[in-house]
């Protein structure tokens, strides 16, 4: 249960910020334990390839680009957007297997996405929707950590918001009462949806520097977790009695939080982020007093997570103890295996279907 | 030979010094592959918890000190000093199964033992006399050194003096002569007795940094070593034919060295220390003298010793070749495996006893 | 095919430089994962001991050097050259058992070769010729770099040219049109010969800074890889139309390279070179400037394929796809398999005869 070290495969992963991908400038980045390569054909379209030659395995990351592609600067094969080798120094044949493998990749609202599976089922509307990382109506910075902890720890994290009074007790966090909260758990198409409100309750620290209340308020998560590893978060808080529950959304302050584990290899994972508000737009100081909440909290989160994986190394046969707040995590631990099993008996099914 | 993996569970390792666990600061230490956290109780009585939460395996020792117990900061539980959850947040019902694992721990002058095994075999009656560590009539200075090597390689060193002679050869060790000897060895009831005396030889080194000699010494070393890896060592010089042989102890310079090895994993160990003298109690020059002295030479078996263990390493099929000087340790060694064979042929048993 | 773990031993490894084992300094470094510790007898003879001694392991090169030999300074061991060992501390009798195992070590033009397999089988005249290193009509400078990549890697790269003109592209490397020629490759006894002829070329970037051409050149390279990896390089450039083609080496810049690759571990390697000259011997600037275009070129090749190392290692399942421009690596390759493949089935037969 600690950890599962096979991955889905027929799947959306989110690879890396747009901007990490220059017009010239190579990204090598592993994803499931496959190295990749991204970089921009001409006109900007993005192309990822398996970050190894087929040659004889040398990164292609170290290669150069050339008009018309990438040229291993090793032995000097040079490969077309498509990974067609279409030029071998020292000989006129190329053999059909002269190729590198290449992945289909999305880019979506600043986030480059890859799909590590059978390409034929690489369906674009499973891409879940996360405008809010560049709609003008919103504002975020974008955040990238590196785990050194196996992905689903991360996803438990994500899927268990009673550790927000603990972990993150003087930061994000809040009462303790908030923790007691028995939230809404239901199950989604490709995951699991958790809501969580808190009537009445006094703002959280991080919420007072950001705006004056006048009194307490309500809080609210919602939240999909969807498979392989993609949270998107409604949250906020509302004055008491103005009828958040019901659907104002007036005088709140409302965020939407977008984050992605994708993991690298079995025990280290990359976790991208953004959390998005719609108010105080003109106010950089906001944004930038929320990024640095936000840092503070997921700092926190990555120590515990990274102890938690450090623990766990010493003893693989630990089991863990299922409480009533695992429900979330543990149904989506569930859904990740099944689907994960499911690819394995008919890999070229489109399981995310 | 070079390497047991297994370790013994019946018996009382020395975990600490005692002031390493604070009225409130916890100690986290591995022994024997174990996460183990140290605390105290209001009172100060000491606690060992296993250092991993039962619910998701995170580390207790990153928890909070809370007037009833410890408190996981990552999902909230609290459990009192016997182990058990006394509270889970969001969750009225407290099953039985949660509660963190206890061990036997008990602080004898200056140092913490805890048992490893089954606590109903856990006697106090067991744990070595120690008392040169905290009696007024002897003065010492505590220390501890962090191993790269399995514990065995460190208690092979331990049982076999000859090796003052070439390790320490310029600063415990003194004369080839003393490597000489053939000590004699003597089984006792959970280890080995080694009494070696070298009459009417020079004095060592740091002998003179401490004391006027009229001509040459009588020395001796007299030690048990008790599993799992506990040294008590009587040593001293006195003035040649004053008799020290047949038991006349004065004008001699008397030491009582105490030395736990403690294993951490099957490749790294702690290694506890300190070497008391009874003699100029009140010239804090000579314990200082004698503390760099002690430290210099345990470095410089750490040094010997982390080297062999990197060279085992290499191959593992590598057979030692057994030498009279090996009697001693080769009994102990013997006498651990037995231990270790008999406690997994019968867990439950009080091999110790 | 991207890594044999086994490896030969019945041949001649390069361990050292002459000068890295001074006359009372010793040399401790691993040759196919045996520890080995060089010294020199009174009067200069080399000596490789194995670097672990006989009784517990530890490194004889921490020992001392004593008029009689080597004695361990752990337990105090003496073992003279033969490896016999003539003394042991507390005991008269010396079981014939106690020996460490020696290793017949021959000293050649500044290199120190070492046998690993059979001694009965060393023969001496298998090892090839380097008197480069050391005649007087030739300049060059020792180089030595450690590689965290298996030795295979290494000699591909010896074994493909090819690659000159794409890692190498601004240093040693020239024109793409280099890297197109196709080589004469034959079999040789213990290895594979390389030639390669690329007439009325532009000199390299390097050859210009030595000597100054009329105009376009002749350029070669002719090449012995021999087991288990050793280059033997004659190279160099003529004024195109001199005759270089048909044996006439007047107005050339002629180079001949010493390369050794030895493998330390599976997966890490020593890698000793030099590149001498026959022209300029006067002018140490040539020299020097010859050593820092090699180190760069070398460096270039370090990067490369201790990258491709790290890739090979993320899948150990991937296949490398022949090219026309692998068939002397292949050969090679193929080479060393059988001879392991030999030397498993037939340890004690000379495999290297």
Redesign the interface.
């Known amino acids: 249960m600690?950890g599962i070290s096979a991955f889905i495969k027929n799947c959306w992963y989110v690879a890396a910020w747009s901007d990490e991908i220059g017009a010239s400038a190579f990204l090598a980045r592993?994803i499931i334990?496959?190295?990749l390569m991204f970089w921009r054909e001409d006109g900007g379209r993005l192309v990822a390839f398996e970050?190894?030659c087929?040659?004889?395995?040398?990164?292609l990351s170290?290669g150069r680009r050339e008009p018309a592609g990438i040229?291993?600067?090793?032995?000097?094969m040079l490969f077309e957007g498509s990974g067609k080798c279409i030029e071998?120094?020292?000989?006129e044949f190329i053999?059909e297997?002269?190729r590198v493998r290449t992945f289909p990749v999305v880019e979506r609202h600043k986030w480059v996405w890859v799909w590590m599976g059978d390409p034929a089922h690489a369906d674009q509307s499973l891409i879940p929707d996360t405008h809010y990382l560049d709609d003008p109506g919103w504002r975020g910075t974008p955040g990238y950590m590196h785990y050194r902890a196996n992905y689903l720890l991360i996803a438990?994290n994500l899927l268990?918001f009673?550790?927000l009074?603990?972990?993150h007790?003087k930061t994000l966090g809040g009462s303790?009462k908030y923790?007691?909260?028995?939230p809404k758990i239901t199950r989604t198409a490709r995951g699991i949806r958790v809501e969580r409100w808190l009537l009445d309750d006094e703002p959280a620290p991080f919420l007072k520097t950001i705006k004056t209340w006048p009194g307490n308020v309500d809080r609210w998560n919602i939240y999909d977790v969807v498979m392989p590893g993609v949270l998107l978060m409604d949250s906020g808080s509302a004055p008491v009695n103005s009828g958040a529950p019901q659907g104002n959304r007036q005088d709140c302050a409302e965020f939407f939080g977008c984050q992605a584990i994708t993991p690298e290899t079995a025990t280290t994972s990359h976790y991208f982020f953004q959390q998005s508000h719609n108010f105080a737009l003109h106010d950089p100081q906001v944004t930038e007093n929320l990024r640095l909440a936000v840092l503070a909290g997921f700092q926190e989160d990555k120590?515990?997570i990274e102890?938690?994986q450090?623990?766990?190394d010493?003893?693989p046969q630990?089991r863990?103890?299922g409480?009533?707040?695992?429900t979330a995590l543990g149904n989506f631990r569930l859904l990740v295996e099944k689907t994960i099993a499911d690819e394995q008996r008919a890999p070229s099914a489109a399981s995310a279907a």
Chains 1, 2, 3 share one sequence.
């Open positions: 600690t592993s334990g496959m190295p970050d190894r087929c040659h004889r395995g040398a990164p170290l040229r291993c600067m090793y032995h000097g071998i120094p020292s000989q053999p297997a002269a438990d268990d009673s550790h009074a603990y972990v007790e303790s923790a007691q909260i028995r120590d515990m102890a938690q450090r623990v766990l010493m003893d630990f863990m103890l409480l009533r707040m695992d």
